[in-house]
Every structure is written in C-alpha cells, then in structure tokens.
C-alpha cells in the first residue's frame, strides 16, 4: 500500500473505507494483540480549522461513550501532521451492504433479522439520548442514522458509528451550525432537512426509515435529483408498505415516521419496547443468529 506501514505504535494493514472527513484503516498494534481501526482525518482537510475541530470534538465525545451497541474509541492521538482516533474492529459488514445484497436478491431482511438490526440501533440511541458522562449531563444527537453507520458483526451484534456530525451539548466544537445540510438525505427528518434545531426525536425518525427500508426492502425516498429527494423527505410520505407487512409493525413505522417530532415516539426507549411488541404479535424476536446469516451473504 502506499501509505506507511506503521503510524506510531500501529501497523497499517488495508485501507477499508473512505467517508466525507476521514479515512479508515484495518490495523493492528505493532507490539501485537487484536486488530483494530485508525480513523484518520483527510490530509486535505488537516490543515483547516473547521474539520480539524470537528474530528478532534467527534474523537473527545467517542472516547467517553460505553455501551455494547455504540463502536468503542479507545483515544485520540496526532502523529506528525494527521489526526488519528482508535476504534474498534466490528468484523462483518454495515448494515448498508447487508440490504443492497437482499435487494439484489429481490429479499427484504428476515423480520427477526430486522429486529435483532433496529433492536440494537434504538439500545444505542437510549443511551446516547440519555447519556451522563461521568458528571455531566449531555444532550447528544447523533443526526446521521442509517444503514450505513450501522455495523452489524458476524456473531449477529449491532454497533452504532460515525459520530462526525453529531450534536453534542458537551463538546461545543462538535456541533453543527443549524442550517448546514448534513448527514444522508434519505435518511433525515423533516427538520432537519429545513434546517431546523434537532432533539432525539429527529433520530427516531431517522430510525424509522431505516426499519422501513429493512421491511420493504428499498429506501421510503429516493429520486435521481437531490431537491426531490429532499422534497419528499419534508413531505414524509413514503409508500406504502408490502401489503404482506403485518398491521402492528405498519403501525410502528408510521408513527416513528411522522412529519410532526410531537406526533412520533417520544423516546428510543418507547419506540423499541413498540416495535418488540408489534414483532411479537407478528411471532418474531431479536434473532442474532438470522442477522449473522444476513451478514455473512453480503460477504
């Protein structure tokens, strides 16, 4: 490869993905023990103070954040000009190449597949909705949920990642300007497309479509043109489910989904406990075992 092989006291092994603000890499300590992940700041970002902030803020929130469904950053750390933040390796796949590969198929997710995928998601966002880290109390909206910030291992487990656009009330420098369009348009809530403040309940809308998407087996919105992606985001309108969907889980989706933040679940907390439920009465459960298949097919 063409970057050096070691950074400090890390060997890089492969690069494995590249997003708007970073770079990642598969690595391993060079002293030896288990892989791991170097998330890097672009080198042409490195050199302006806004992303630079964003990164070093985004690592200062992740290093503070415990919790089994939320991917673990272990520090930060800058080897000569570039930014670095450790994180855990999730061995498996996003939940974005598990659905592009059941779409292929012409098959939506198994329903305790998706249970098992969104029952982890909502876990993660209880937590960071209602975080304390260690005295303080802090008001985190993560504002990029979706199938790709969601990392789904080989043993069916469900981590939560990206918080590069996160709003977070402890760490100024982290949040976002209102009015910046940011995060993945497919997935954003109506406020967030206006520009708006966003609380929790913009997540849960995010997490509504993504369980719309898991059970239909396509986005609620997509269109060739940004602007009419984002016309039909505002809108809230996406069509309907297969009519094989069962009426409770139909339910669950139109609520989380709803235009109006007052008219959706309140809580990640209370929108879980309702899609358990629904998925119940369908005679589904959290199914890791179906999930691990899921991520086993998309490779």
Same mark, same amino acid.
């Given at each position: ?8 006291e ?10 708007g ?17 170097l998330?890097r ?20 929130l ?100 990206d ?23 497919a ?35 997509e ?12 809108e809230?309108?996406?069509?309907? *489910?297969?009519p094989?969907?069962? #009426?409770?889980?139909?339910?669950v989706? %139109?609520?989380?989904? $709803? !235009?109006?933040? @007052? +008219? ?11 899609? *358990?439920?629904?998925?119940?009465? #369908? ?5 890791? %075992?179906?999930?691990? $298949? !899921?991520?086993? @097919? +998309?490779?």
């Amino acid at each position: 490869m063409a970057e050096p092989l070691e950074v400090g006291e890390y060997r890089l092994l492969d690069k494995i993905a590249v997003g708007g603000m970073a770079e990642i890499f598969r690595a391993e300590p060079v002293a030896g023990g288990e892989r791991l992940v170097l998330k890097r700041l672009l080198p042409q970002h490195r050199s302006d103070p806004r992303f630079v902030e964003r990164f070093v803020g985004e690592a200062k929130l992740c290093v503070k954040l415990r919790h089994p469904n939320v991917v673990r950053t272990q520090k930060l750390f800058k080897k000569g000009l570039d930014y670095f933040m450790v994180q855990e390796l999730v061995d498996g796949a996003s939940l974005r190449a598990v659905l592009d590969r059941r779409r292929a198929a012409g098959a939506p997710l198994p329903l305790g597949a998706t249970l098992q995928a969104l029952s982890g998601l909502l876990s993660a966002l209880d937590y960071l909705h209602r975080a304390r880290l260690g005295d303080e109390k802090v008001q985190i909206v993560h504002r990029d949920v979706g199938p790709a910030n969601l990392l789904l291992s080989r043993a069916g487990e469900v981590k939560l990642t990206d918080f590069g656009v996160t709003e977070a009330s402890l760490h100024p420098e982290s949040k976002a300007e209102h009015g910046a369009l940011v995060g993945t348009p497919a997935y954003m809530s109506p406020e967030q497309v206006r520009g708006r403040p966003l609380d929790a309940r913009s997540d849960l809308f995010s997490a509504g479509s993504v369980l719309y998407e898991c059970l239909a087996g396509r986005p609620p919105f997509e269109a060739e043109v940004e602007f009419e992606l984002l016309q039909q985001v505002t809108e809230a309108a996406p069509p309907p *489910l297969p009519p094989s969907t069962p #009426a409770p889980l139909r339910a669950v989706v %139109a609520k989380a989904m $709803a !235009a109006a933040p @007052e +008219a959706r679940f309140q809580t990640a907390a209370e929108l879980r406990k309702s899609l *358990l439920a629904a998925g119940q009465a #369908a005679g589904a459960a959290p199914d890791p %075992a179906a999930l691990a $298949a !899921a991520v086993g @097919e +998309a490779g």
